[in-house]
């Protein structure tokens, strides 16, 4: 599985962003597929998952602006940013794992994740 993310960029406070990650092969219903983010000086962070079963799960730290999605017609997974703040800048990796192991508790930790994406800067500016 092959993960590439695109759509980083600069917005301005309260702007809008989406993020997109083509994956290569069939993914839908089958893997744990995900969003994380590193901030400059922290560690990767958890921010959504969707299920294998279509289910979603956002970081409460998100206030409800962020939201994720699959297109399946063209194998992406993505990421609509709104109300961007200057909190959210940060480089995005998408991040995808055996749906087996979908479970509470896993999906947020970056560790259990086999399949990651090459990274998207956001910059989120004032």
């Known amino acids: 599985l092959q993960l590439v993310e695109s759509g980083g960029g600069s917005v301005e406070v309260g702007g809008s962003l989406e993020l997109s990650c083509v994956v290569s092969?069939?993914?839908?219903?089958?893997?744990?597929m995900s969003w994380f983010r590193q901030r400059p000086g922290k560690s990767r962070e958890w921010v959504s998952t969707?299920?294998?079963?279509?289910?979603?799960s956002y970081s409460n730290s998100l206030g409800g602006r962020f939201t994720t999605s699959i297109d399946n017609a063209k194998n992406t997974l993505c990421l609509q940013m709104n109300n961007a703040q200057p909190w959210d800048t940060a480089v995005y990796y998408c991040?995808?794992?055996?749906?087996?192991?979908?479970?509470?508790?896993?999906?947020?930790?970056?560790?259990?994740?086999?399949?990651w994406g090459q990274g998207t800067r956001v910059t989120v500016s004032s």
């Open positions: 969707i299920r294998p079963w279509g289910l979603k």
């Open positions: 092969g069939d993914f839908y219903g089958r893997y744990c």
């Open positions: 991040a995808a794992d055996d749906g087996e192991n979908c479970t509470a508790g896993y999906w947020i930790r970056s560790s259990e994740y086999d399949y």
